[in-house]
């Protein structure tokens, strides 16, 4: 069973930069897409970012597109969400989720494997 731990989350103000962790283990983290999702308080959860399991292909939700990086070390079995120039509207807990397939990663079904979140505050 795969294990999936988020950490660095935090309060920052709007400006600032955050880098969010994901730690995987139980499994084999280099078969794995690995995506970001978010949720803010009374919203549905929704797409922040994904990285397939070669590391070279990443899709971004539009709202974060020149904000957020999104990259995976397969040596450590972590993967990374960079986020710089955060708004108020980021504000939300940020979920990582890992999945055995290639495609769809935008969507929540193809993920296997989900985190307990970490909780990220933007300050204006």
């Known amino acids: 069973q795969v294990r999936v731990v988020e950490s660095g989350g935090g309060l920052v103000q709007a400006g600032g930069s955050l880098r969010l962790s994901c730690a995987a283990s139980?499994?084999?983290?280099?078969?794995?897409?690995m995506g970001w999702f978010r949720q803010a308080p009374g919203k549905e959860r929704e797409f922040v970012a994904a990285v397939r399991r070669n590391g070279a292909t990443t899709v971004y939700a539009d709202s974060v597109k020149g904000r957020f990086t999104i990259s995976r070390d397969n040596a450590k079995n972590t993967v990374f969400l960079q986020m710089n120039n955060l708004r108020p509207a980021d504000t939300a807990v940020y979920y990582c989720?890992?999945?055995?397939?290639?495609?769809?990663?935008?969507?929540?079904?193809?993920?296997?494997?989900w985190g307990q979140g970490t909780q990220v505050t933007v300050s204006s």
């Open positions: 989720a890992g999945s055995f397939s290639n495609y769809g990663l935008t969507e929540e079904s193809p993920y296997n494997y």
């Open positions: 139980g499994g084999t983290f280099g078969s794995l897409s």
